[in-house]
């Protein structure tokens, strides 16, 4: 899984006013902020995360057979179709993501 950056303007504590900052991305967790200004970052602590994305999984996973009967209803003959192949998919998806996350330093 890669990070993605994007940028936001947000109050540094550093420089005392609103600056632009880097905002890292793995998945949809937020792993460090950096204000392009100062340079002071703010990482996340790495077990804040994996803690935070494994109740994100949980709550994917539970909320799952719902979302997917949930499409089912909606067109039910595409997804009669389509559905065998997202289920073989997922588990190897959230498989890389786990890796990802708790190979993080
Ligand atoms: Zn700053």
Same mark, same amino acid.
């Given at each position: 899984?890669?990070?993605?950056?994007? /940028?936001?303007?947000?109050?540094? +504590?550093?420089?005392? #006013? %609103?600056? &632009?900052?880097?905002?890292?991305?793995?998945?949809?967790? =937020?792993?460090?902020? /950096?204000?392009?200004?100062?340079? +002071?970052?703010?990482? #996340? %602590?790495? &077990?804040?995360?994996?803690?935070?994305?494994?109740?994100? =999984?949980?709550?994917?996973?539970?909320?799952?057979?719902?979302?997917?009967?949930?499409?089912?209803?909606?067109?039910?003959?595409?997804?009669?179709?389509?559905?065998?192949?997202?289920?073989?998919?997922?588990?190897?998806?959230?498989?890389?993501?786990?890796?990802?996350?708790?190979?993080?330093?």
């Amino acid at each position: 899984m890669n990070n993605e950056e994007l /940028t936001a303007e947000l109050h540094c +504590s550093n420089c005392d #006013h %609103e600056t &632009i900052h880097t905002l890292v991305y793995a998945g949809r967790l =937020l792993v460090s902020t /950096t204000c392009q200004v100062c340079n +002071s970052q703010v990482k #996340h %602590e790495a &077990i804040d995360l994996r803690l935070h994305y494994l109740k994100d =999984l949980e709550h994917r996973i539970a909320t799952k057979p719902r979302r997917l009967l949930r499409r089912f209803w909606r067109a039910p003959f595409s997804s009669a179709i389509s559905l065998p192949k997202k289920f073989m998919s997922q588990p190897r998806k959230i498989w890389s993501e786990i890796k990802s996350i708790l190979g993080r330093n």
